[in-house]
């Protein structure tokens, strides 16, 4: 069995988590008020607010693992050389850009 | 309480992160043949190397309390934000959570052009993803504390 791929990992799961952030598409919810998750598809009646962070990173996680077990380390490494920091950066300005309505008026 | 003590827990491995990440990201700038007559000279002279494994496990244990305490926040914390209109504070605290999920993420790809083969070929992508998680510890660091002045756990 190929040993998994750190960076496609990596790069993966930054891709997923901003997929999955963008498209609403967390893995399964957590319901504070009752201490309970839910899947995402199957949503728990709750009286509280639901969290959507945990499953976001499931989310990313199931999407990062079968690219990392099939990209070989050193083909991403070669073919990315000196521009892995990108992804992580687009991520990141994703996140920001999807964020922005916090700060365009009253909550 | 047991909250209380977790968030101070949280804090506490967030200063160790602040200082390990930072001395290691200046480290990154050292002067091959640098003087270590100043204090600034003597804390680039390290050897960033040896910060990554200490990172990575403060990075985990950060998280790990923080999603610990993360449902207190989103029922005692944040509804009164929403109470008091406090969208900004809202928005803050979202970008603290997603930044951590992507340092969270990050780290197998820091670890590796830390520890890997690829150190010497890929010395750009290990700068910038040690700034990139620098950025992400100081940012959620001084977000935390600004919300915890507005409102903690009580």
Known sequence: MPRPSAAAFSLA???????????????????PMEGRFAWNWAPFDSVGPSMAWYGLMASACLFALPVALVAPER?????????????????LLCCAYLLRVFFQGPA | ????VLLILHGLAGVALLGAVTHQSVGLFRRHRATVDS??????????????TTIVVLVLVSIALGAIIYPTYRVDVRIPFEEMSLGWAIGLFEMKEHAGGI???????????WRG??????????TVV?????????????VGHVLNNIRGFG
């Not at chain 1, 799961?13 to 319901?31: I, K």
């Open chain 2, 130 to 142: 040690t700034l990139i998680l620098a950025l992400i510890v100081w940012w959620d660091f001084i």
């Open chain 2, 103 to 113: 340092a969270l993420g990050l780290l197998p790809l820091y670890a590796v052009l």
């Open chain 2, 39 to 52: 204090f600034t000279e003597r804390y680039r002279a390290v050897q960033p190397r040896g910060f990554s």
């Open chain 2, 1 to 4: 309480m047991t909250m209380t």
């Open chain 2, 117 to 126: 083969e690829f150190t010497d070929t890929h010395r750009l992508d290990r």
């Open chain 1, 13 to 31: 799961y930054c891709c997923g988590y901003v997929a999955a952030f963008a498209l609403d598409l967390p893995l399964f919810l957590y319901y």
């Open chain 1, 75 to 91: 083909r991403v490494f070669a073919a990315l050389r000196n521009l892995l920091w990108t992804v992580p950066v687009a991520a």
